[in-house]
């Protein structure tokens, strides 16, 4: 059972948003601003709800915008916070307006396990592939990474903060572990590996100048421009930094 609370630094203040033992399934923080959007239910129930709250006032300011009975996997703000995007346990993908909790429209993908977005596009990762979509209008999308039986891409992605680059991590029949980078005007693909099967978890830096891959035993971090790397190990009995040239 998971819980989630908000603490206030300046009030010095907690206030849990399950004191009746509500779940939380997923929650999501807004790119601007302070509010924080999450999703549960009532332990073994269907009463699944959507949920937003300002962090500076979460017990005045938290407000139900939208009902299901199918528990939610993640969440992520979009199109400047305006939307909701919501991908539920069953296949479901919605796009919710953040002030009224209409359903603007929904898409479809199997066993979704992470949303997030830049700007009018969102991406969704599962264990069959990486997508890209808009969040304009209603969630078109189109597959951009497809797992195959040669190579079987990880169920996490990153892109950088203009949308120039996709990285995804994947694995080739049991051979090979690395990172499929690619352009997204140019459709340009450059593999680069990874010492480990096991990823955690990829991302940009803020000024997109590196890209950091961590695995169970190690942190890789590329340099995007030249793809030269640096190893932080992750053992406890090395301290050692390695590099590429």
């Known amino acids: ?18 004191p009746d033992g509500w779940v939380v399934d997923s929650y999501a923080w807004s790119s601007v601003g302070h509010t924080l959007a999450f999703a549960g239910r009532h332990d073994n129930q269907t009463d699944v709800t959507v949920e937003l709250a300002d962090a500076s006032k979460p017990t005045e300011s938290r407000k139900v915008i939208y009902k299901t009975i199918i528990p939610m996997r993640c969440l992520a703000f979009a199109d400047g916070d305006r ?14 307006d953040a002030a009224s909790g209409k359903l603007l429209d929904f898409g479809e993908q199997e066993g979704t396990t992470k949303v ?11 264990s069959k592939g990486f997508r890209i979509w808009s969040a304009r209008s209603a969630p078109a999308e189109a597959w951009t990474f497809e797992s ?3 190579r079987k891409y990880l169920d996490r992605a990153a892109a950088d903060n203009h949308s120039h680059l996709l990285a995804v991590p994947f694995r080739d029949n049991g ?4 990172v499929e980078v690619r352009e997204v005007a140019s459709g340009k693909v450059l593999d680069v590996l990874v010492p480990d099967s096991n990823v955690m978890d990829i991302l940009f830096s803020g000024d997109d100048r590196w890209l950091v891959v961590e695995t169970s035993k190690n942190i890789r971090i590329f340099n995007t421009q030249s793809w030269e790397y640096s190893d932080i190990s992750l053992d406890r009995k090395s301290t050692r930094l390695n590099s590429s040239h």
């Open 175 to 178: 051979k090979k572990t690395g």
């Open 83 to 96: 939307k909701l995007i919501a991908a539920d346990r069953d296949r479901s993908l919605l796009l919710i």
């Open 116 to 126: 997030f977005s830049l700007g009018d596009t969102f991406y969704t990762s599962s």
């Open 148 to 150: 195959t039986f040669d």
């Open 1 to 18: 059972q998971q819980r989630l609370g908000i603490w206030n630094p300046l009030a010095k203040s907690f206030v849990w948003l399950d």
